[in-house]
């Protein structure tokens, strides 16, 4: 049996939630990708196949420990949500564990006031 490498496991279960996550206008989805330095997430309409808002750490929000510029981003995302008329999201969270910066970048959005 071959193993695969953690990129291919990481692709194999991002598969597996894009099969069942969809976003639509009133409820869109909130995809997160996480490179080895930088946070990137957005807000995509699956309908019509477009991006709401986005927002990524490298500009966006301010210097700091990776877990706290997630959870900032978080909370930036859920502002620029509400600022739009959106109040309910779907987490995509592309294959990543929920843990460390995901988990922070989605509580941060909670605390923003978006609801999951």
Do not use: W
């Not at 510029?69 to 859920?78: C, D, E, L, T």
């Amino acid at each position: 049996m071959i193993k695969k490498t953690p990129r291919e496991q990481r692709v194999t279960r991002h598969k597996r939630v894009r099969a069942r996550v969809k976003g639509t206008a009133k409820c869109p989805r909130l995809c997160v990708f996480r490179s080895q330095k930088h946070l990137y997430a957005q807000l995509v309409d699956d309908m019509k196949g477009t991006v709401i808002t986005a927002i990524s750490d490298l500009k966006d929000v301010k210097k700091g420990a990776p877990i706290t510029r997630a959870s900032a981003m978080g909370k930036q995302i859920a502002k620029d949500a509400q600022a739009k008329g959106i109040t309910k999201i779907v987490f995509d969270r592309g294959g990543y564990k929920y843990h460390g910066n995901i988990k922070a970048l989605a509580e941060g959005a909670r605390e923003g006031g978006l609801v999951f």
